[in-house]
């Protein structure tokens, strides 16, 4: 695998509270992308980061922040949880290469219930 | 609307036999595609990408191919065998930035029996 961790990989919370989620790469890889997978919807992209302190929204944003204050991590803020972000959320680096062309390399997951 | 429709349903096939999968796509202009597979409780794996300029791609025991007019890609495994049972999901990049973000469809499962 590439050296890609997430933490917690369990998680259950209740609504209203804030849940931080990590992952740590040791790759040195530029991008790095957050994204849920739920059932029929396969991975849908939250956020993503082109570098330090460079972040985007991706498809399904609403109700997540990330902050990458280093190369290393990535981190996932639900700033105020919802039942509807129960889920299992992945973390993925990839780096650059001749065309841009880039695979994904993904973490082991994150299953977060909000109860 | 953006639509990736992959087969819902289980794929159930022989061990030795050809496995086929459908990706299938509806306003997107893809520059490439890819296909990653996963296995119950972990993250994907990347297998194979293949640009818009490229009909067809092997690694080994799997085939891909990428046809623009028909918006469709298959995915083949030949020599099916019990280990490849897993999801496979086909994903696609528009390239618009180089940002390298991904829209994946939901995935096909695929199961090998002996």
């Known amino acids: 695998d590439a050296g890609i961790t997430q933490s917690p990989r369990h998680k259950v919370t209740e609504t209203g509270t804030p849940v931080t989620l990590r992952c740590h790469q040791t790759e040195n890889h530029r991008y790095m992308y957050w994204y849920r997978q739920d059932p029929g919807h396969g991975l849908r992209l939250i956020h993503y980061s082109y570098g330090v302190k460079d972040t985007d929204k991706g498809e399904v944003s609403d109700g997540y922040s990330v902050s990458r204050s280093k190369t290393e991590d990535f981190l996932l803020t639900l700033e105020s949880a919802t039942s509807s972000q129960t889920s299992v959320y992945f973390c993925?680096?990839?780096?650059?290469?001749?065309?841009?062309?880039?695979?994904?390399?993904f973490g082991p997951g994150t299953r977060l219930t909000v109860l | 609307s953006q639509k990736i429709e992959q087969n819902s349903e289980a794929l159930n096939i022989q061990e030795g036999k050809t496995a086929t999968l459908t990706c299938n796509y509806t306003?997107?202009?893809?520059?490439?595609l890819q296909w990653y597979r996963q296995d119950p409780g972990r993250g994907p794996v990347f297998l194979l990408l293949i640009r818009e300029n490229e009909k067809e791609k092997r690694k080994e025991r799997l085939k891909v191919t990428f046809d623009t007019t028909l918006k469709q890609s298959l995915f083949h495994i030949t020599a099916s065998q019990p280990a490849d049972s897993a999801t496979y999901l086909c994903?696609?990049?528009?390239?618009?930035?180089?940002?390298?973000?991904?829209?994946f469809g939901a995935g096909t499962q695929v199961v090998v029996t002996p």
């Open positions: 306003n997107y202009s893809p520059a490439y």
């Open positions: 994903a696609l990049d528009e390239a618009t930035d180089s940002w390298g973000k991904l829209q």
């Open positions: 993925a680096i990839s780096g650059t290469k001749a065309g841009g062309y880039n695979e994904q390399f």
